[in-house]
């Protein structure tokens, strides 16, 4: 039997994994620049929170039965044709809301205050003054900075709200109505860039919404064992590892709920960095027990890769490759087992929370990962997805990553492209001989960065070796040998990445050791290109 055959169809867990007995806080995003930023602030405070969009059905909102419900920033004007309306059925579901920005013009406006446009804008640091500290403001200075980001401003509350500070060009820059549990702030708590705002949010979720601030990675990790324990009942599931932090955590946390019925599937394509595979392999194998079978399927993908140097077509070679050793690994599993057609009927998969928001904001669209298509399963095989990370933000994954005694080596490892080494080796062909010269400078780099202390700092860091071959002279003789280049990039999420600065005796180092320690370079040089223009890979 193969994978293929099994008989459950791809089902998507629920939108919200929220955790049934924690309490949530829903953000309402009407398209503000900062608008994740206000949930993962939230999750910072200890309560649950998740992004929908400003138009999900208001049964939906009151579905999830949160404590209390935050309006996010956004670009319109609340009385321009087509501005997203605020639902009034929000403010009778018996929580307090909060407007930030769009969202307190959007209340303010709804509920008989004045917002108009301000002859000038608002944009950047401001001073705040606290003129009614009110139920919102309590406790905090009378004066303070904040970060406002506003053209339209409101200069007059609505009937039975108090107007509880001023800024220079905001005469009202936070509003309330306690009775009603009616909040709004012009600025932008979530920002570092104002001081008192975490203070502020988590006056709105403690005395206002009355959570308590109990959301931490051991929670996460009790909840989704729970979740996962229901899901998967006695059934088998299968975990396709690729060594990254996301497969490694949903693989532990999988294990932790439903233990041996988990096999992890590892497929070492030969494209791995140096050491990697066994890394994998001891680290889920030998040290946490879990069953998994690795693959070494190195020949199988080189053979793959001859004669292919075009960047697409090498990954569209890998992806497909990958597909066929995963599948017939589950095929194998599934015979093993010996338990006939509905063996391993659930597939984990480390769908992030970014993923969900990305794909439609986890209104039910389908996220099976298929970023460029490697490691990314085709949708077709039939398994039931479990996805325990698809209500965690990057940083949390870590936290319960190591909350479960995930080594730190894979709790920060940078991302690593599922094609690996072989879109690194640019311009040619991912010959052996290439990848393991490209794994070895990468190995030099790696061990450098990480003594300099710079590791964390950097979104990625690696080598790419382009084919062609440069004129050197080393112990008085003429060389001819690869140039590796030095990429080292920061990001917080590589939609944009700057090139990082990396001190120069560090990069001095590096260099020598390269060139000394790898008879085939004879040249090192450093990318200096942000992205954009350019990308982080240079395929
Ligand atoms: P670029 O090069 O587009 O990369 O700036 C953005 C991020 O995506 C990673 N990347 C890949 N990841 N398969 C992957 O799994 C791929 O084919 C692939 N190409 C790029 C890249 O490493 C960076 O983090």
Same mark, same amino acid.
């Given at each position: 039997m193969t994978a293929r055959a099994t008989a459950v169809e791809p089902a998507i867990s629920e939108p919200s994994a929220a955790p049934a007995a924690?309490?949530?806080?829903?953000?309402? #995003?009407y398209g503000g620049q900062y608008s994740q930023l206000i949930a993962r602030r939230v999750r910072d405070c200890g309560v649950f929170s998740e992004l929908l969009p400003h138009h999900v059905p208001l049964e939906e909102v009151a579905a999830r039965r949160p404590s209390g419900i935050i309006l996010s920033g @956004?670009? $319109?004007?609340?009385?321009? !044709?087509? $501005?997203?309306?605020?639902? &009034?059925?929000?403010? !009778?579901?018996g929580v307090p809301v909060m407007g930030i920005c769009y969202g307190m013009q959007l209340l303010v406006h709804t509920l008989g205050g004045r917002v108009e446009q301000a002859e000038v804008g608002e944009f950047g640091r401001s001073d705040l003054l606290v003129s009614e500290p009110g139920v919102l403001l309590a406790g905090m200075p009378r004066e303070q900075t904040c970060w406002m980001s506003h053209r339209d401003t409101v200069y007059e509350p609505p009937p039975g709200f108090t107007a509880l500070a001023s800024s220079s060009s905001s005469p009202v820059a936070a509003v309330e109505d306690a009775a009603q549990g009616i909040y709004g702030i012009q600025f932008h708590p979530e920002v570092v860039h104002t001081p008192y705002g975490q203070e502020i949010l988590t006056r709105f979720l403690t005395e206002v919404c009355g959570c308590e601030p109990n959301w931490s990675a051991a929670s996460i990790v009790e909840e989704q064992v729970r979740r996962i324990r229901e899901q998967v009942g006695d059934g088998k599931v299968i975990c396709g590892l690729s060594g990254g932090v996301d497969s490694s955590v949903a693989a532990l946390l999988v294990h932790r709920a439903v233990g041996e019925q988990l096999t992890c599937v590892f497929v070492d394509h030969g494209l791995m960095r140096k050491d990697e595979g066994e890394q994998v392999v001891s680290t889920f194998r030998d040290t946490f027990r879990v069953p998994l079978v690795a693959v070494d399927a190195e020949t199988r993908f080189l #053979?793959? /890769? &001859? @004669?292919?140097?075009?960047? !697409? $077509?090498?990954?569209?070679?890998i992806g497909a490759e990958f597909i066929r050793v995963f599948e017939e690994e589950a095929a194998k599993l599934a015979l093993d087992a010996g338990e006939g057609e509905d063996s391993a009927r659930f597939l984990v998969q480390g769908t992030l929370y970014s993923d969900v928001?990305?794909? @439609?904001?986890?209104? *039910?669209?389908?996220?099976?990962?298929?970023?460029?298509?490697?490691? *990314?399963?085709?949708?077709? /095989?039939?398994? !039931? /997805?479990?996805?325990?990370?698809?209500?965690?933000f990057k940083d949390e994954v870590r936290a319960v990553g190591a909350e479960l005694g995930l080594p730190e080596r894979l709790v920060w490892r940078q991302p690593f492209p599922g094609p690996g080494l072989a879109i690194r080796v640019v311009g040619g062909e991912a010959t052996k001989e290439r990848l393991d010269v490209l794994r070895e400078a990468d190995h030099i780099l790696q061990e450098e960065i990480r003594g300099a202390g710079l590791y964390r700092e950097l979104w990625q860091s690696f080598c790419v070796l382009p084919d062609v071959r440069t004129v050197g002279v080393q112990g008085d003789e003429r060389t001819y040998g690869y140039v590796v280049v030095v990429r080292a990039v920061?990001?917080? #999420? $590589?939609?944009?990445? #700057?090139?990082?600065?990396?001190?120069?005796d560090l990069l001095e180092t590096i260099a020598s050791r390269m060139i000394n320690e790898l008879r085939e370079v004879n040249r090192v040089v450093l990318d200096i290109t942000s992205k954009p223009p350019g990308t982080i890979e240079w395929e």
């Open positions: 924690v309490q949530e806080i829903v953000v309402l #995003d @956004g670009p $319109a004007s609340v009385y321009a !044709e087509g $501005a997203p309306p605020l639902d &009034r059925g929000l403010l !009778e579901l #053979d793959k /890769l &001859r @004669g292919v140097s075009e960047p !697409e $077509a090498k990954r569209k070679a928001i990305e794909s @439609g904001g986890g209104t *039910g669209a389908a996220t099976i990962k298929s970023h460029h298509n490697v490691g *990314g399963l085709p949708d077709d /095989l039939k398994f !039931e /997805l479990v996805e325990p990370l698809r209500a965690l920061t990001s917080d #999420d $590589a939609m944009t990445a #700057d090139w990082a600065r990396l001190p120069y």
